[in-house]
């Protein structure tokens, strides 16, 4: 062998050696699109996850558990929130608050304003995934949102979705009544919304039944994501394995409390995103107390929904943070919210009305006035004469579980005589109840409002990432 091969081998071989010892990094974007989805890749992440730099880890503390990264089964803004960074949508909303193009880059109304026609963009592409066959992420198509819109219909998803656009668009009731009561498939013969058109592979548009001037501003909702059908129906669907087109991708979980997401380098819209976090970490805690102590030591970096508890201890009347807490600590108003407080008049147990007496003292005594130090305030609905001596009826009352709603109840029922009234967490109201405590209105045939309760919604950050944005869109905030 003559000394020039063996040099040449050498220097092989040192570089092989090199190679094989350099510390893998896995990057999101065009340069790693042929990257698998196999369980070592996710480990590495985690290892690198770890290791960062605050400046580049965003870690948000959460009061609620992210029960689903499927949008349609995104019950609280926790979920909301994330399914935000994941996925995109027609249109989207600014920092101040007006919509502007997403996937849609542009759309026409027509002169009576019935037809909405989106031309999407031909550069917006999903994340890269083994649902694909080349494993890289193919571009949105037209087909992806008829196919997300009716999905919504399906009886085998929550009806939030739904809700939204079934009076809204045209067709969409129809095709959502078959969906929801007729089984066998040779029963359906309505083979979609008629009015949700594929023009062609970039072009859609969306007929409705009236002319609606938010229309626009519904797409934007988390609840309208779009994504591929190749996903949502493999077996494990996109409950744990979302997939999307977003600024952020889909990383990791730790247990069911900590999701963990990466950067898209690859995004299309890069241009809006102009902080350096390459990853944020969605952490879900119980203990109110335990979230707020993680914040105060930097573990925390924002939380975008402060909890009651929270606010009645750190803020004051005027929504500043009292002294101390202005120091390490910036609070954002994300505007006023309402809870309500119905009566359910069809209720088994036969509580009419009038035998809410004991419930009307409490939300009009100073003592729950007090308790709130004045960032509570209540209206009472009740009108009609009340029953004396009505505090002796057992009460049921339902609550939709988020902080607040959970708070607010629970202190009233602290200051009703035990066992007169019992707390039931519930997604929806049934005749056992007979009230139920919501943050949506009811239809009037089906509750009477007893009470609102009314609140201004904070965030808290570090001062150090006080740049992040929020809105009175619980599930919106801008990096």
């Not at 400046?55 to 992210?66: S, Y």
């Not at 592409?125 to 949102?145: K, M, P």
């Not at 730790?254 to 380098?265: H, I, K, L, P």
Request: charged content about 20%.
């Amino acid at each position: 062998m003559t000394l020039q091969l063996r040099l040449i081998l050498l220097i092989a071989v040192l570089l092989i050696i090199k190679a094989c010892s350099s510390t893998e990094t896995i990057t999101v974007g065009s340069e790693a699109r042929t990257a698998s989805e196999a369980p070592q890749v996710e480990e590495t992440e985690e290892e690198e996850v770890e290791a960062m730099d605050p400046v580049t880890q965003l870690t948000i503390g959460e009061n609620e558990l992210i029960r689903s990264m499927d949008p349609l089964f995104a019950h609280n803004t926790t979920s909301q929130r994330a399914i935000y960074i994941v996925y995109d949508r027609l249109t989207r909303i600014d920092r101040n608050g007006d919509v502007q193009p997403s996937v849609a880059r542009s759309w026409e109304v027509s002169d009576d304003s019935l037809t909405y026609t989106f031309n999407l963009r031909t550069d917006a592409f999903y994340h890269d995934s083994s649902v694909f066959t080349s494993g890289l992420g193919r571009v949105i198509q037209a087909n992806d949102i008829k196919f997300a819109f009716e999905r919504m219909a399906q009886n085998n998803v929550p009806q939030s979705a739904s809700a939204k656009f079934t009076d809204k668009v045209k067709g969409f009731d129809a095709f959502r009544v078959q969906q929801q009561n007729l089984f066998f498939a040779d029963e359906r013969i309505i083979p979609g919304i008629s009015g949700i058109d594929v023009v062609n592979d970039s072009t859609v548009s969306f007929t409705l039944n009236a002319p609606y001037e938010n229309f626009t501003r519904l797409l934007a909702h988390p609840y309208a994501s779009i994504y591929p059908r190749e996903a949502a129906e493999r077996d494990r669907g996109l409950h744990a394995s979302p997939l999307g087109s977003g600024i952020f991708t889909f990383s990791h979980t730790e247990g069911d409390s900590v999701y963990v997401f990466a950067r898209n380098e690859s995004y299309f819209n890069n241009s809006l995103f102009s902080s350096s976090y390459q990853s944020l970490r969605f952490m879900s805690f119980e203990d109110e107390g335990r979230l707020f102590r993680m914040l105060s030591s930097g573990d925390v970096h924002f939380v975008p929904e402060t909890g009651p508890q929270t606010i009645l201890s750190t803020s004051t009347v005027d929504g500043d943070l009292k002294p101390g807490y202005d120091e390490t600590l910036h609070l954002a108003s994300t505007g006023m919210k309402e809870i309500y407080l119905y009566h359910l008049p069809d209720n088994f147990a036969g509580i009419d009305y009038k035998m809410l007496e004991n419930i009307s003292n409490v939300l009009k005594s100073d003592e729950f006035a007090d308790h709130f130090e004045g960032k509570f305030t209540v209206d009472v609905h009740l009108s009609e004469e009340l029953i004396e001596g009505s505090t002796d009826h057992q009460i049921k009352a339902g609550f939709i579980r988020t902080p607040h709603i959970s708070y607010v109840s629970q202190v009233i029922g602290g200051f009703l005589p035990e066992d007169s009234f019992l707390l039931y967490p519930v997604r929806s109201t049934n005749r056992d109840l007979s009230l139920m405590f919501t943050n949506s209105s009811m239809n009037p045939r089906y509750g009477v409002k007893v009470a609102t309760i009314r609140y201004e919604s904070f965030s808290l950050m570090r001062q150090d990432h006080s740049g992040i944005r929020v809105s009175e869109n619980p599930w919106w905030f801008e990096l």
